[in-house]
């Protein structure tokens, strides 16, 4: 039986930058939105407040360390913090990853996801109809960004921790299918590991509702992470309670035993594929960046977590070890009710319910 290797996914937007102070007012971050939110239906479990880490600022060493401790604590190989790499000329939220590259610490596995869409801040009129304003434009550099990114990176790439896979350094990239020179981009980055003698790259791709996982092996990426949240139009009822939802100014909330099952299809062609990679998702609640416009998984305990993390992680336990990553969405987005770090309600609940399923699994 394989254990899994378990990547979570690490949001650094935890301190004030010029960008969130100029579109959001001055010291804006994530906590800011995760502080304001309110209860918007009767049990609606808001606001989220952190417990050990408190709300913290991401440019503290301390903070970094402690959050490796509890990664470990859960079981979690490693973290995969998102990159946001707008152009050769733009990039946003680098402090955190950059300090640990510079310090070599915390000693604690990672890898890099480029999230490469555009940043939009979006405004609603009475008429309850959404305007969208360009925040970050996501351009893509051609060559010679190409070659700047990748020596941006080296010193990361290079890194003994850098996550790899039979070898090959892990790099993901989360909208394959919206990046129009994919293919260009990672025959180029192959060539210039070859030249820096780095290992070959393994290039992940984010597959979900709009893109199948085998289009992004169709695009030329090595592997798909399959990220599928509860997806309301296979549900006819629930698609009318959202509607019912949305006129009278509620978030569409629905209960999480109900819809976990949506997350992972053990039967589906593609589950225990060696190029296929599932995710966990421990908990949703969109409202405090969205209000009554979000989602919310009501009923999401550690406990049902742990129902739906036993049912994947031994569905792929049949596959080999190399191979065998399971990417947690997520370790920190508070902002989208998606974490696992310790809170109010549940404590450590998530790392331990995470940490009993791989403790009760046997030796390889």
């Not at 360009?134 to 941006?152: C, M, S």
């Given at each position: 039986?394989?254990?899994p290797?378990?990547?979570?996914?690490?949001?650094?937007?935890?301190?004030?930058?010029?960008?969130?102070?100029?579109?959001?007012?001055?010291?804006?971050?994530?906590?800011?939105?995760?502080?304001?939110?309110?209860?918007?239906?009767?049990?609606?479990?808001?606001?989220?407040?952190p417990?050990?880490?408190?709300?913290?600022?991401l440019?503290?060493?301390?903070?970094r360390?402690?959050?490796?401790?509890?990664?470990r604590?859960?079981?979690?190989?490693?973290?995969?913090?998102?990159?946001?790499?707008?152009?050769?000329?733009?990039?946003?939220?680098?402090?955190?990853f950059d300090?640990?590259?510079?310090?070599?610490?915390?000693?604690?596995?990672?890898?890099?996801?480029?999230?490469?869409?555009?940043?939009?801040?979006?405004?609603?009129?009475?008429?309850?109809?959404?305007?969208?304003?360009?925040?970050?434009?996501q351009?893509?550099?051609?060559?010679?960004?190409?070659?700047?990114?990748?020596?941006?990176?080296?010193?990361?790439?290079?890194?003994?921790?850098?996550?790899?896979?039979?070898?090959?350094?892990?790099?993901?990239?989360?909208?394959?299918a919206?990046?129009?020179?994919?293919?260009?981009?990672?025959?180029?980055?192959?060539?210039?590991?070859?030249?820096?003698?780095?290992?070959?790259?393994?290039?992940?791709?984010?597959?979900?509702?709009?893109?199948?996982?085998?289009?992004?092996?169709?695009?030329?990426?090595?592997?798909?992470?399959?990220?599928?949240?509860f997806?309301?139009?296979?549900?006819?009822?629930?698609?009318?309670?959202?509607?019912?939802?949305?006129?009278?100014?509620?978030?569409?909330?629905?209960?999480?035993?109900?819809?976990?099952?949506?997350?992972?299809?053990?039967?589906?062609?593609?589950?225990?594929?060696?190029?296929?990679?599932?995710?966990?998702?421990?908990?949703?609640?969109?409202?405090?960046?969205?209000?009554w416009?979000?989602?919310?998984?009501?009923?999401?305990?550690?406990?049902?977590?742990?129902?739906?993390a036993?049912?994947?992680?031994?569905?792929?336990?049949?596959?080999?070890?190399?191979?065998?990553?399971?990417?947690?969405k997520?370790?920190?987005?508070?902002?989208?009710?998606?974490?696992?770090?310790p809170?109010?309600?549940?404590?450590?609940?998530?790392?331990?319910?995470?940490?009993?399923?791989?403790?009760?699994?046997?030796?390889?």
């Amino acid at each position: 039986m394989s254990r899994p290797r378990i990547i979570a996914f690490y949001l650094p937007q935890y301190y004030p930058t010029p960008i969130n102070d100029k579109w959001y007012g001055e010291g804006f971050t994530e906590w800011t939105s995760v502080r304001k939110a309110k209860p918007l239906f009767p049990g609606h479990y808001q606001p989220h407040v952190p417990a050990d880490l408190g709300y913290y600022d991401l440019r503290d060493a301390s903070v970094r360390e402690a959050q490796a401790e509890l990664a470990r604590e859960a079981g979690i190989e490693g973290f995969c913090y998102y990159h946001y790499w707008f152009s050769q000329d733009h990039q946003e939220l680098t402090i955190p990853f950059d300090e640990v590259v510079r310090l070599k610490k915390p000693d604690f596995p990672f890898c890099l996801c480029w999230a490469n869409q555009p940043w939009y801040s979006k405004f609603w009129d009475k008429t309850r109809e959404c305007e969208p304003k360009l925040v970050a434009a996501q351009i893509y550099d051609g060559p010679e960004g190409n070659e700047k990114h990748f020596y941006a990176l080296l010193e990361a790439f290079r890194d003994p921790r850098y996550i790899r896979v039979e070898g090959r350094t892990l790099f993901m990239i989360y909208r394959p299918a919206e990046f129009p020179a994919v293919r260009e981009f990672m025959a180029q980055w192959q060539d210039l590991a070859k030249k820096n003698d780095l290992p070959p790259f393994y290039f992940i791709g984010q597959g979900g509702k709009k893109t199948a996982a085998q289009e992004v092996l169709d695009l030329g990426l090595d592997g798909a992470n399959i990220v599928h949240k509860f997806d309301v139009k296979k549900h006819a009822v629930l698609r009318q309670v959202k509607h019912v939802c949305r006129y009278f100014h509620v978030p569409f909330h629905v209960d999480y035993e109900k819809v976990m099952h949506d997350f992972f299809d053990p039967n589906a062609p593609e589950a225990l594929s060696p190029q296929f990679y599932p995710a966990l998702v421990p908990n949703w609640d969109h409202s405090p960046r969205s209000g009554w416009r979000g989602t919310v998984y009501t009923n999401s305990t550690p406990e049902n977590f742990r129902k739906h993390a036993e049912k994947v992680i031994y569905a792929c336990r049949g596959k080999d070890h190399e191979h065998n990553l399971i990417f947690l969405k997520s370790w920190n987005e508070w902002g989208e009710g998606n974490y696992m770090e310790p809170d109010a309600r549940y404590g450590k609940g998530y790392i331990r319910a995470l940490r009993s399923i791989l403790d009760g699994m046997p030796d390889d």
